[in-house]
């Protein structure tokens, strides 16, 4: 697939909202109740946030969509809500092609940090965000979404990450840009997950449970202690998340 067929560009016009919404029916599957409706698209780029599309020729083949975030004592940060690719384009760096889109946009507002959830047994996510991102992780969040309908879930809890991206930090700048990222701090501890969970999800959901319980533990008690997701490795048996010490 040639990155250069394919375009990113902010969502225009009640049609393409509504391709959107289409999308999110064939990349995750999920039943009408589950949607982000073309609404809420239209919504957030009128109040600070972002939605934009990946287009091969005329086709939307996927999306992105952010909305404003306000912390605790007035900073301002953008939640990246939703992100899809359509199948037959993954692995043609079309989601590296909307985070940058995405990153481009807010560091054009002065915006310094973009957050989103994700699934810690997506080990191919986790590193998609960790190693060609940049982001860190400092905080777990237990069935974020409730159950939901999408296959890809496999009927578990919806356990999640915070993926923090400072998208002006030296570490991003170096990732992004092809560059070695600063020195990762020491390396403190390590968890793994196989790298057939998403079997097990569908094969033996009680193991799959059993692995997501115990990674939810120890993820809450490093950060208990402090520590931070700071990369991800992956090998054909496992995908290994490396915590350490972030300043």
Same mark, same amino acid.
Request: aromatic letters at 0%; one cysteine or more.
């Given at each position: 697939?040639? @990155? +250069?067929?394919i375009a990113v560009r902010a969502l225009a016009g009640q049609r393409e909202f509504e391709n959107a919404v289409e999308l999110q029916k064939q990349i995750w599957g999920f039943n009408d109740i589950e949607l982000l409706p073309a609404r809420l698209f239209i919504? +957030?780029?009128k109040v600070g946030g972002q939605a934009f599309g990946a287009f091969d020729g005329n086709r939307m083949i996927g999306f992105c969509l952010a909305i404003p975030g306000l912390k605790a004592g007035g900073g301002s940060y953008l939640h990246s809500h939703m992100l899809?690719? %359509?199948p037959e384009y993954r692995d043609a760096g079309v989601g590296r092609m909307l985070k940058l889109k995405q990153r481009e946009d807010a560091l054009a507002r002065?915006? /310094?940090l973009v957050e989103w959830t994700f699934d810690p047994l997506e080990i191919k996510n986790a590193y998609f965000n960790m190693e060609r991102l940049g982001t860190i992780v400092r905080r777990y969040v237990r069935n974020q979404y409730g159950t939901t309908t999408s296959p890809l879930h496999g009927g578990l809890p919806t356990d999640r990450? !915070?993926?923090e991206w400072w998208i002006a930090s030296p570490r991003v700048k170096a990732i992004v840009n092809g560059g070695?990222?600063?020195?990762?701090?020491?390396?403190v501890e390590r968890i793994s997950v196989p790298a057939d969970i998403a079997? %097990?999800? @569908?094969? /033996?959901?009680?193991?799959a449970r059993q692995i997501q319980q115990e990674l939810s533990n120890r993820f809450e008690s490093n950060f208990g202690r402090g520590l +931070?997701? !700071?990369g991800v490795e992956r090998s054909p048996e496992a995908g290994t998340y490396l915590f350490g010490k972030w300043e």
């Open positions: 697939m040639s @990155h +250069a067929a919504v +957030a780029t899809g690719v %359509l002065a915006i /310094e990450c !915070v993926a070695e990222p600063p020195v990762r701090p020491d390396i079997a %097990l999800k @569908h094969q /033996e959901p009680k193991r +931070a997701v !700071v």
